[in-house]
Nanobody
Framework: QVQLVESGGGLVQAGGSLRLSCAAS????????MGWFRQAPGKEREFVAA???????SYADSVKGRFTISRDNAKNTVYLQMNSLKPEDTGVYYC?????????WGQGTQVTVST
């Protein structure tokens, strides 16, 4: 089992940048596929980005070209670099880990983008 702790959220103006981090416990971090999801008020949780064990990345269309997911297996950490932020990017951002059809979630970090 893995425990996930997100950090790096906050308030930023439209057009600004934030970098989210997700620190994972355990010694098998490299064996997990990792992802970021977000949930805006009154909306369902949605996929943002993912990175596989072999560093293959995928993104939601709404964030392509603006967000970059990366991982550092030596630090047991996955990152989400968010540039050119828009008010519609506002929400709680959750880190997720998947291994053998088991999913694990962090507690979330709030991102608020003001106009």
């Amino acid at each position: 089992q893995v425990q996930l702790v997100e950090s790096g959220g906050g308030l930023v103006q439209a057009g600004g940048s934030l970098r989210l981090s997700c620190a994972a416990s355990g010694r098998t971090f490299s064996s997990y596929a990792m992802g970021w999801f977000r949930q805006a008020p009154g909306k369902e949780r949605e996929f943002v980005a993912a990175i596989s064990r072999s560093d293959t990345t995928s993104y939601a269309d709404s964030v392509k070209g603006r967000f970059t997911i990366s991982r550092d297996n030596a630090k047991n950490t996955v990152y989400l670099q968010m540039n050119s932020l828009k008010p519609e990017d506002t929400g709680v951002y959750y880190c997720a880990a998947r291994q053998m059809n088991n999913d694990y979630w962090g507690q979330g970090t709030q991102v608020t983008v003001s106009t």
